[in-house]
């Protein structure tokens, strides 16, 4: 079968992404998320794309980008063959990652832009992995939301447009949330992920939510990378924020508070267990646990000590433990 040919002129505006084969895992640490992102950032740099909207979830990316010198499918070959290269030298792995050439839509008018920005906002949202597309760390509207600026994002035609659209002069999170994302209806909501199955490309499985659970998501996701390559997947990232929405999830529900052990030696059951699960579920340094937990990086290194000793020898503890993860890893498995 004869390549797709590819509508990508110069300047021209394209929905794209691509996915890892056999359903497997792309995205599986916070360092391979940091790495697609530099290749990224070095085409930025080279003048090459200009990339206002971006998603990376576990299994996929999406993105909402320019080409000044169109050459679309140079650029984005460039970027993820280098990515892969890096993902395969860290893990002592050869052979393809992707499950095949990018899919790309091209944008005609503004408003297929702002409409593809905005589904690629709600990405991790339909997929579980954040409330919102603001609290979502792995995708552009949380720079919107924060007002940060990585190095790979342009952010100069959003922020002209929503002011347009919001007729002031200055941009403000606000007003994006308003002009580009807003409340999403339920018809709104299928009519994504109609979009979202469509984008696949023919003959082949769709980007959507996979099958339902045959027991857990971790044995799942090992299974799907053995598939495809025989490897096993490294440390999964979910979003912290996913991880912290599920402990207050099973807080509610369970004893609060809750103490686990005597004397010197109880620990806070919920607090010890966010921790573990901002180190193992979402790849968090350990500075970056302690900002989120107003402690400090030797407290959180105590407190994941502890993690260890009571997942061993308390069954109350591991127990729930257990049924937290699965319930983080749940929102990572629906992509």
């Not at 990405?123 to 992995?129: E, K």
């Not at 009519?191 to 659970?213: C, H, K, M, S």
């Not at 009571?310 to 109350?316: D, G, Q, T, V, Y």
Request: aromatic share 10%.
């Amino acid at each position: 079968m004869g390549r797709i040919e590819r509508l990508d002129e110069a300047g021209a505006w394209q929905h794209f992404g691509n996915r890892a084969l056999a359903h497997r895992a792309m995205f599986e640490t916070a360092e391979d998320v940091k790495g697609f992102e530099r290749e990224l950032t070095r085409a930025s740099d080279a003048g090459r794309i200009q990339l206002p909207c971006l998603a990376t979830l576990t299994t996929h990316f999406h993105g909402v980008a320019r080409f000044p010198r169109g050459g679309m499918s140079a650029v984005l070959r460039d970027i993820e063959s280098a990515y892969v290269r890096d993902f395969n030298l860290r893990r002592d792995r050869d052979g393809p990652l992707v499950l095949g050439p990018f899919f790309s839509v091209r944008l005609f008018t503004d408003e297929d832009v702002l409409r593809s920005v905005r589904y690629v906002d709600f990405n991790a949202v339909l997929a579980g992995m954040a409330a919102h597309p603001f609290a979502y760390e792995n995708g552009s509207a949380f720079h919107y939301a924060h007002g940060s600026c990585p190095p790979w994002m342009r952010r100069e035609w959003i922020e002209r447009t929503v002011c347009e659209l919001a007729g002031t002069s200055i941009f403000s999170a606000a007003d994006y949330e308003r002009q580009i994302l807003g409340p999403m209806s339920e018809d709104e909501r299928r009519t994504i992920l109609e979009t979202y199955e469509r984008l696949a490309r023919g003959g082949g499985r769709a980007l959507g939510p996979a099958e339902g659970v045959r027991g857990s998501v971790r044995d799942w996701i090992r299974e799907r990378c053995s598939i495809a390559d025989g490897t096993a997947p490294g440390v999964f990232v979910a979003a912290s924020t996913t991880v912290v929405e599920a402990v207050e999830r099973w807080r509610q529900r369970g004893p609060n508070p809750w103490i686990i052990g005597r004397g010197t030696s109880a620990r806070d059951g919920w607090a010890t267990m966010l921790v573990a699960l901002l180190r193992f579920a979402s790849a968090q340094r350990l500075d970056q646990i302690a900002i989120r937990t107003g402690t400090k990086p030797d407290s959180v290194r105590r407190t994941l000590f502890a993690h260890r000793y009571l997942f061993a020898w308390s069954r109350e503890y591991a127990g729930m433990f257990e049924l937290v993860l699965s319930d983080v890893l749940a929102r990572v498995r629906r992509l």
